[in-house]
């Protein structure tokens, strides 16, 4: 009997199969057959850039490189070497790239699937940005960093929240330093990427757009702050931006303190969404989040829809622990799924025996470019 020889299938029938691959699971067994068929993946003509199921990247273990990578669609945990990512910050986003930066205020950007590492300026770089000098201050300095897109893409951009007073900066692959965002409008609580421009919500809830398409960047009030109604039990409000379906929602997750202590120690309690009217500017209250799934936290907040991505229950928020981490308190603890029609908290199946001050847990979208 003659054994087929698997590598000399023509390439447009390998396009053809890699087209219909789904998940990060299913890219990795076609790509481990051989040289060739891993070497579709970089053929601009593949279309190999589609639905790729997130991952929940676990927090660091100690003295280790290995990082684990759960994956709730088969309910597996995968050990992938990340030496890249061994002691540093890490947000996540739905390119499959991480945003990575050291002790020693140096930023890059690590796609922990490929290992492909591409540094950005150090903060060092931006003499205007304050930066602290003891490294123990970079956890409560630089509060979250989000990409525009995949660095393949060269209008990709970085912009990070940095400093106790929720300021901006922003860079792009290859630049030598960071330009500073106007931000006299208040702190800035999380930001997102959205039709050419990051819109970024502050804390007296107001969105605000940076136009960073042209040649002059332009800030731009968005959308006015919404009616909230405040509940007596709160102790801390954190808001998040999140694009799902075209349109624009503003999720409040509601927190309190359970130590009542010296430390403080925070845990979710529930959420609240509204989406933004479009046309009228006007915020409206969602009592059902209908087919989507929201992933928040330490990461670029995003969303899935249900008909893409059944392993995901829809009307459900994933969130991970991105509490700033004060006086060096895990942040491993406030993390779940909740339903959003019944309000309760499930817990994730992993991830809860590693504690880091600063690896936290965060959600991904794997890519193998």
Known sequence: MVMADWSKLPDDLLKVIAKRLNSAEDYASFGAVCKSWYSIFGDNECGCSGLKSPWLMLAEKKDS????????????VYEIPVPEAAGKWSWGSPYGWLVTLSTHFDMSLLNPITGIHIPLPSLH???????????QSIDIFIYKAVLSSSPSSPECAVVIIYSDYGRLALTKPGHRTWTLLESDYGPVEDIIYFDGSFLAVNMSWEVWMYDVSGSEMKTIRFAPAPVVHELDEIEYEAKYLVEAGGEIYMVIRNLYDTAR???PYMRTWTFS???LDMSSKRWEDVEDMEHSTFFLGNNHSFSTSASDYPEFRRNTIYFTDDYCGFLEIPRNFDMGIYNYHDTQIEHYPVGHEALSVFAAPLWIKPSFS
């Open 273 to 275: 969404v509204m989406k």
């Open 65 to 76: 490189d290995i990082r684990q990578f759960y994956s709730p669609l088969t309910g597996k």
């Open 125 to 135: 770089a931006c003499p205007y940005m304050n930066v602290p000098e003891k490294s």
């Open 261 to 263: 202590r010296d430390v």
